[in-house]
């Protein structure tokens, strides 16, 4: 049987979806539950099979929100209050660089790294090989699908939340000619992004009959 790997890409609601999934990792079902802001190439350096479970966002909405979460981190570390801003993994220390050097959002929207997030954690393997992807928008169909997948009882519960929104699936606003310009620049984010949604969508279509 293989292990059961969560990739966990920043700022899509893999936190979420792993408190639904509590269950599962107290349980035998998998001899192994990892879940980790880890690559798949990082898994794949391990003498195990995996199947890969992640989540993604628009990455115009990731990006933005990855904003407002390491300007807050960055605030509340300022106050006196100990924080790890950095996070646990390269993706966000980068990031934070970048939200440090930008005077705005639109300004960091401008001036991000390009292919900093999902294509460092796909790496080689396809959307279309992950056992299993959820979309950030669809949070309650991507639960209730990887729930039938598993053969067990989940429930959405929102983490990581900005508190002054109260829900994750308010997309956030930019200028058009600024999320335009910030798409052109990130096209393979974006490809990466529709193929998942689209095997998301294949998913969904089977599960949820």
Same mark, same amino acid.
């Given at each position: 049987m293989s292990n059961l790997a969560v990739v966990r890409i920043p700022k899509?609601?893999?936190?979420?979806?792993?408190?639904?999934?509590?269950?599962?990792?107290?349980? @035998?079902?998998?001899?192994?539950?990892? &879940?980790?802001?880890?690559?798949? @190439?990082?898994? &794949?350096?391990h003498p195990h099979d995996h199947d890969f479970i992640t989540m993604v966002r628009d990455p115009l909405q990731q990006y933005i929100s990855c904003y407002y979460f390491l300007k807050n981190r960055a605030h509340i570390a300022e106050t006196g209050r100990?924080?790890?801003v950095d996070g646990r993994d390269g993706t966000l220390r980068t990031q934070r660089k970048a939200v440090e050097a930008s005077t705005s959002l639109e300004d960091y929207l401008s001036n991000t790294v390009v292919g900093d997030f999902a294509e460092r954690y796909f790496g080689k393997v396809a959307p +279309?090989?992950?056992?299993?992807?959820? +979309?950030?928008?669809?949070?309650?169909?991507?639960?209730?699908?990887?729930?039938?997948?598993?053969?067990?009882p989940m429930q959405v519960h929102? +983490? &990581?939340?900005?508190?002054?929104?109260?829900?994750t699936l308010q997309p956030y606003y930019v200028a058009p000619s600024v999320a335009a310009a910030f798409k052109a620049r990130n096209a393979s984010e974006y490809d990466l992004y529709e193929r998942s949604v689209a095997h998301f969508n294949t998913l969904k279509a089977t599960w949820l009959q």
């Open positions: 899509t609601g893999t936190v979420s979806l792993l408190t639904g999934m509590l269950p599962l990792m107290v349980s @035998d079902q998998y001899p192994c539950v990892t &879940n980790l802001h880890k690559t798949t @190439d990082y898994f &794949n350096r100990h924080i790890h +279309e090989s992950f056992m299993f992807v959820g +979309e950030t928008n669809q949070m309650e169909a991507s639960i209730a699908v990887l729930s039938k997948m598993l053969n067990m929102w +983490e &990581n939340r900005n508190p002054k929104r109260p829900t």
